[in-house]
């Protein structure tokens, strides 16, 4: 197929992908690549320093400026505002930030991507959202600044697990390596105590412990996954939201109790969010701290853990 340009619109780029349409008073400046069956719609702007992946489409007042990257499959909503200076001044041109969209991610109308800030694959930029600091892989943002507040595909062939499911032992999850653990409770009038036993409880014996504490409702901790060490986390107080993924599945544990426990095989890539105001995390490490041990980019997790192209995960 050609690229199609409507008799409003302007190209004057040769690096086009086949299929791609342009149409009615958008301008794509000579520098900027644009990919394969791409939809440009009305009154867009594409600047030259700008490179964008295949199927992409760009509804209408959208301005793509220089440093911008998006990849394949990515929707950018109407009116959504990229900027590319942090300080900008009339006639002072400064080298321009890139920013980058990941692969599948949605951008909703009036969103505004602030400069040198990544969105991560398959995150959903809410309407209206003013993004500040960069977006996880497939995590859901709204508000001014935006934060998150839960992840897509959750449900998608795993079930969302609370701390009402199991109601004794240990719990299975859909994402590999994953299970809840139901802890031994004892109350009386002195209180109520919860026990945790290194092999019947907690399958491993820990090599370190730590600690989470007074973390900002809006922030997020975790985010990582390990090649070898095993965790496990209980909520000794208030509540938190863990996000679990092994590439392929997805799924979200609410720990609320001091009695569930849960436990994070390797290569499964954990992200805690939705903190309480009083959340006290305790968490126990099979592995001496080892920064070797730790995946922290996202594509590098699922280049490792689901190297399949045709997987959910890829």
């Not at 939809?39 to 440093?67: A, L, M, P, S, Y």
């Not at 001014?144 to 609370?162: L, M, S």
């Not at 009402?164 to 009038?189: C, I, K, M, N, W």
Request: some cysteine; charged content about 20%; hydrophobic content about 40%.
């Amino acid at each position: 197929m050609s690229v199609f340009v409507h008799p409003h619109g302007i190209c004057e780029s040769a690096n086009v992908g086949a299929g791609t349409r342009i149409w009615a008073f958008a301008h794509v400046l000579p520098g900027a690549r644009v990919g394969r069956d791409c939809n440009i719609c009305d009154h867009v702007f594409i600047e030259n320093d700008v490179v964008i992946g295949d199927r992409v489409t760009i509804k209408c007042g959208v301005q793509v400026w220089d440093g911008v990257r998006i990849a394949d499959d990515v929707f950018v909503g109407p009116n959504a505002t990229f900027t590319n200076d942090q300080f900008p001044r009339s006639k002072m041109h400064r080298r321009a930030l890139q920013t980058s969209v990941g692969p599948g991610a949605s951008l909703s109308a009036n969103c505004t991507v602030l400069p040198g800030v990544s969105i991560g694959r398959g995150a959903m930029v809410g309407a209206g959202a003013v993004v500040t600091h960069s977006v996880p892989a497939r995590a859901i943002v709204v508000g001014n600044p935006a934060r998150i507040k839960g992840y897509v595909d959750v449900g998608n062939g795993a079930a969302v697990v609370t701390s009402e499911t199991p109601t004794h032992g240990v719990q299975a999850s859909t994402v590999r390596g994953v299970t809840l653990h139901r802890l031994p409770v004892f109350d009386d009038l002195r209180g109520t105590l919860s026990v945790g036993r290194f092999g019947p409880e907690i399958p491993f014996a820990p090599a370190r412990f730590f600690v989470v504490h007074h973390v900002p409702g809006s922030n997020v901790r975790g985010e990582h996954a390990h090649r070898a060490c095993q965790q496990f986390l209980t909520c000794v107080a208030g509540s938190v939201t863990v996000l679990l993924d092994d590439g392929r599945r997805r799924t979200e544990v609410l720990l609320d109790k001091p009695s569930i426990g849960l436990h994070i095989g390797p290569m499964v890539w954990a992200t805690q969010f939705r903190h309480s105001p009083d959340a006290v995390v305790v968490v126990f490490a099979s592995d001496q701290y080892d920064p070797l041990d730790y995946i922290r980019d996202y594509e590098e997790f699922l280049r490792i853990a689901a190297p399949d192209p045709s997987s959910p995960g890829s």
